[in-house]
């Protein structure tokens, strides 16, 4: 289980299927969140989330949102929620919508299939 939950650009850390990295905010990081400029730019103005910066979305932002990648597209509904209900709720929230129906198991953006043989509702990969 990662340490940390969520990164200041709004994806759920804990639906991330890396096993080299505990999250965002935790201190053990992979290569892509320790060169991720979103978390560095969060943190040189000293917020917990885009969301609360003047600047959001800012163009390097919605230009990631919009991209190829599926899980991507969770982040400006993420941090909207986070902005209007805090990340308590939102945490708790997506711990149980990455959460198997079946087994109560994680489940991560792309797995297809639970570990006790549920099929899952996942985006594909981008080609």
Known sequence: MKSSNCGPCGLFCGACGATDCD?????????????????????????????????????????????????????????????DHGAEKWIEAQRLAWSCSGCGARIYWYQKKCR????????????
Not at 30 to 49: P, S, Y
Not at 116 to 127: H, I, M, T
């Open 116 to 127: 006790c043989g549920k099929q899952l509702e996942a985006w594909d990969l981008p080609e």
């Open 23 to 83: 999250g965002c905010r935790s201190d053990r990081i992979d290569a892509w969140v320790q060169h991720c400029r979103f978390r560095a730019c969060a943190g040189e103005r000293n917020l917990g989330f885009c969301c609360q910066c003047g600047d959001y979305p800012c163009r390097e932002l919605h230009a990631f949102m919009t991209d190829a990648w599926p899980h991507h597209w969770t982040m400006r509904p993420n941090l909207e929620y986070i902005r």
